[in-house]
């Protein structure tokens, strides 16, 4: 199947600093990603949709300004976690869809995990 | 997109098939049922998906009854690596509508 890859898979940080988190398709292009974050036990919630040139579109109580996506061509697509606090320490897992399958098939990337002390 | 229902949790021996099912009773004609699984601290995986046929590849079978409200996804001869979190998720084929994932089924493979 195709690749997502993540960069980093891990990070720590103080909190009150931003942290950006890639998400690139390797093997194919992709108009379309998604954002999910995910807490301990719990599965995964959807953060945003990310389009190509165009803004993200976010989930009910997810805040756009705190949480920035930028998807500037079809093989990347950015979370920049702003002014990031201990309550946004998560798992963030980014997906994206292989336009040239027909059943519009979606692969996830391995997840960035984050840490805020 | 239609709800689905999975048991919380499950067992299977090692070498034995796993089955798990999953209840899908509002899903409409143009929904197909995905399968993925995540394991522990990793990205989902893809498994399988169906629209009305039974379909099978190197990693399981998708069994779906002839009225579509229930599923079942089959795992013939579970390993220790297959223990993860399992997530049935109905969903249009087309367009850009994200996977929506509910808490899934956690099987445990045990040796």
């Known amino acids: 199947g195709a690749v997502v890859s993540q960069h980093p898979s891990w990070v720590i940080c103080k909190s009150g600093t931003s942290v950006k988190i890639e998400c690139r398709s390797l093997?194919?292009?992709?108009?379309?990603m998604f954002w999910y974050r995910q807490f301990p036990k719990q599965s995964l919630m959807l953060m945003a949709t990310?389009?190509?040139?165009?803004?993200?579109?976010?989930e009910q109580g997810v805040e756009k300004d705190k949480f920035l996506i930028n998807h500037a061509s079809l093989t990347l697509s950015t979370l920049t976690v702003t002014s990031a606090h201990p309550e946004d320490s998560s798992f963030y897992i980014c997906?994206?869809?292989?336009?040239?399958?027909?059943?519009?098939?979606?692969?996830f990337g391995p997840g960035t995990r984050l840490t805020v002390l | 997109d239609a709800k689905t229902t999975q048991p919380p949790s499950m067992d299977c021996a090692e070498g034995r098939a796993a089955n798990l099912p999953c209840n899908h009773s509002?899903?409409?004609?143009?929904?197909?049922v995905y399968w993925y699984r995540q394991i522990h601290s990793q990205g989902p995986q893809y498994i399988i998906h169906?629209?009305?046929n039974n379909e099978t590849n190197e990693m399981a079978s998708l069994i779906i009854t002839e009225d579509r409200k229930s599923s079942t996804l089959i795992l013939p001869h579970a390993t220790l690596r297959d223990t993860a979190v399992y997530y049935c998720?109905?969903?249009?084929?087309?367009?850009?509508?994200?996977?929506?994932f509910g808490k899934g089924t956690r099987l445990s493979v045990i040796a």
């Open positions: 997906s994206a869809r292989d336009l040239g399958l027909a059943d519009n098939e979606q692969f």
């Open positions: 093997d194919f292009q992709a108009t379309t």
């Open positions: 990310s389009n190509e040139g165009s803004k993200a579109t976010y």
């Open positions: 509002t899903i409409s004609g143009n929904e197909y």
């Open positions: 169906g629209l009305k």
């Open positions: 998720i109905v969903r249009v084929g087309s367009g850009n509508t994200p996977l929506v």
